[in-house]
């Protein structure tokens, strides 16, 4: 049986190689816990140094890549990771905005795993992080054995762990969520809030909770699953793409 776990998604359309938004993520973590201050830095498998302070953190931020195709030479931002393996144990990587061959956009992304830590405010920290990323969706949710069974690439199931929008739909409400850009105007914050869940505008939208607490998800399922269904139906009917819970025996 998998273990349970915290996954916290956030993408954003916006620049994110500039160091300002390198310096406000990082920031986030330290604002909310000594706890979470990383350890090491890497750039894809190769660790480039331990982690000495925000400030010291820049030249690794952004980095440029050279790759020569068919005669082309062009550059990519490479993006970061940084790990900690005491008390808060977590492994965060950031995949910066770019540009294709054809020049659409790639959007940028913040992805972080975490041991389960039941002290940890991920809460403060999604709120932050979404608002440093300037993000047009993210999602913060603790993986307990109800939903974190193997399942295969390009199911819902899968989306939902790594926040895959499809044409604009979600694939489902994760403990904590952060709707900016389009998804802001899916939020009715007096509704939701009447209905007696915690929202809270951030930045240029909203996060919304399922529950008080995250350790509810993995300490009373059934609790968290009801609350979950009364929730989406404050939403329009399509945004989610998972209409069922799991079964709970």
Not at 19 to 39: K, N, T
Not at 145 to 174: H, K, M, W
């Amino acid at each position: 049986m998998a273990k349970d776990e915290i996954r916290f998604s956030a993408l954003t359309r916006e620049n994110t190689t500039d160091w300002s938004v390198g310096q406000r993520v990082l920031q986030a973590f330290e604002d909310v816990s000594s706890q979470l201050v990383p350890e090491a830095l890497y750039q894809w498998e190769d660790k480039v140094g331990p982690f000495e302070s925000v400030e010291k953190t820049e030249p690794y931020w952004a980095q440029k890549a050279k790759i020569q195709t068919n005669g082309t030479l062009s550059e990519f931002p490479i993006g970061l990771r940084w790990k900690r393996s005491r008390a808060v144990k977590y492994e965060a990587e950031v995949s910066h905005t770019d540009q294709d061959i054809k020049g659409n956009l790639i959007e940028g992304r913040l992805n972080i795993h975490a041991a389960v830590h039941r002290k940890t405010d991920w809460g403060g920290l999604g709120m932050r992080l979404s608002a440093a990323m300037d993000s047009t969706v993210a999602m913060v949710h603790c993986f307990s054995s109800y939903e974190n069974q193997e399942c295969r690439f390009g199911t819902l199931e899968n989306d939902f762990r790594a926040l895959i929008v499809n044409n604009g739909q979600l694939p489902n409400l994760g403990w904590g969520m952060f709707f900016g850009g389009e998804f802001a105007q899916e939020v009715e914050p007096d509704i939701v809030s009447a209905a007696g869940f915690f929202v809270r505008k951030v930045g240029k939208g909203y996060w919304v909770q399922v529950t008080e607490n995250i350790n509810d998800v993995a300490s009373n399922f059934p609790f968290f699953s009801e609350r979950r269904i009364e929730l989406k139906s404050l939403f329009r009917d399509d945004l989610f793409l998972i209409k069922d819970e799991p079964k709970v025996s």
